[in-house]
């Protein structure tokens, strides 16, 4: 992985499946192994606490970003995060997608999917030129990805705006993505949507 330092990844703060929890703990690791740090939520719970274990034991960098009313909900952070504490929630989105050069999104609920939307809302709106990525493991995503397609098609949105949210089928569909100089090919348009 070349031209990135920093990667915020978005996901579950929540208990869920052991193959999601695994999956976050191969992704803080898959970014430890290529040297570059992580930037999260911030939380010591679910997918998040998992990642960040992953990345600290892979010898990444890690930094959370948490509010302060959810530091008590999230869960004591591992040992070694450099812990950001802020007042909101906007401040939170605000500093992560400052502090990260691309954005991996895995598993997770309304949080994952407003900083999802959010950031390619900003894409869209020219505030920033950062790739953002979503891992369908197991098609976790489907849902979502299928809609995008669907406003596409409706002209609710352009194949442009589809393009600024790249999803790949796994964590290694990255491998070679994570240049600045190479393209990603757009998966998932739905049969007949202009690409």
Known sequence: MTGFRRVGV?????????EYLDLARETGRWLGRRRVGLVYG????????????????AGSYVTGVVPHHLLSL??????????????TMHERKAL???????????????????????????A?????????FVVNHGGFFDGLLAWLDVAVG??????????????VPSLHALDGCFSPDVPVPVAGLAPGVPG
Do not use: N
């Open 10 to 18: 978005f996901c579950g703060a929540r208990s869920a499946r052991q």
């Open 42 to 57: 911030g939380g010591g719970t679910g997918l998040m606490g998992a990642v960040a274990e992953g990345a600290l034991l």
């Open 74 to 87: 999230e869960g004591r952070q591992p040992p070694g995060v450099e812990l950001m504490v802020v007042a």
């Open 96 to 122: 992560m997608y400052q502090l990260s050069d691309a954005f991996v999104v895995l598993p997770g609920g309304l949080g994952t999917a407003d900083e999802l939307m959010e950031i390619a809302t900003w």
């Open 124 to 132: 869209k709106l020219g505030l920033h030129s950062k790739p953002v």
């Open 154 to 167: 409706e002209r609710m949105m352009t194949a442009g705006d589809r393009s600024l949210i790249r999803d």
